[in-house]
């Protein structure tokens, strides 16, 4: 499917998962501006992009902060003159015991990943409604559908997201503008492979998957068992086993 000279927000463009959403909307024909905290790692060679013409980098320093990602969006809509849709990929994550979850660690998953996309959705959707259509995607986690041990601030937050993308999706819906979430179990990056040496990657999804979920309202199951994708504004992806009764969250 072609996105037609469509403009799109990407944050968190320089990680592993926007960065390859990133190349997957311009291979597709959209326009897209990258948004990191990371300058240097915006730039069209490290993202290893084609079609470096289809593409501006936007460092931001704080996208929870709601000025700076007002500014972000009147910089995309100054630079391409429209804005179609936003795909927020920054979050973070943490896990320990419950005693050690400290105030410090709920303050940041609530920041990096609520406060982050509750920002971005406030600053994207009123350009949304002046074109009268739109995308919004929050990248969420599978923990949130049911939170493993030692990860309770995470998981909270990762819910919290969804209830976000749920009460947005329905508001909107009248005005031609969905919103989603995509909700990974663990990605096959350089870093997780570093921390869980001991794992099998086969069993977790790559950055590049289920972007094409995107592409439709309707339900959809692919033959890669790797990958779920959920109608009603979810798109979940991880290995059934972990899913289990959790396709009932639509």
Not at 1 to 24: E, K, S
Not at 32 to 37: L, Q, R, S, T
Not at 221 to 239: H, K, P, V
Request: charged share 20%.
């Amino acid at each position: 499917m072609g996105f037609d000279d469509q403009v799109f927000i990407v944050t968190g463009a320089a990680g592993n998962v926007g960065a390859a959403l990133t190349r997957h909307l311009i291979a597709r024909g959209a326009r897209v501006a990258g948004v990191d905290i990371r300058a240097e790692a915006l730039e069209p060679a490290r993202l290893g992009l084609a079609d470096a013409a289809r593409y501006a980098a936007l460092p931001l320093a704080d996208l929870a902060d709601s000025g700076a990602a007002q500014a972000m969006v009147a910089a995309v809509v100054a630079r391409f003159g429209r804005l179609d849709g936003l795909a927020q990929t920054v979050g973070g994550f943490a896990m320990a015991p419950i005693e050690a979850q400290d105030d410090a660690m709920w303050e940041a998953m609530l920041r990096m990943n609520l406060l982050t996309t509750a920002s971005a959705f406030r600053a994207v959707v009123p350009a949304l409604r002046r074109g009268g259509r739109g995308s919004l995607v929050a990248i969420g986690a599978v923990a949130a559908l049911g939170a493993p041990a030692e990860m309770a601030a995470y998981a909270a937050a990762k819910s919290a997201v969804l209830r976000l993308v749920e009460s947005t999706a329905q508001e909107l819906k009248p005005e031609g503008i969905r919103a989603n979430a995509v909700l990974p179990g663990t990605i096959d990056t350089p870093q997780n492979r570093a921390a869980m040496p001991g794992a099998d990657p086969a069993r977790w999804v790559t950055p590049a998957q289920g972007f094409e979920c995107l592409h439709s309202p309707a339900l959809q199951y692919w033959r890669r068992d790797s990958l779920r994708c959920l109608s009603g504004g979810l798109a979940a992806i991880s290995r059934p086993a972990q899913l289990g009764a959790r396709r009932r969250f639509r």
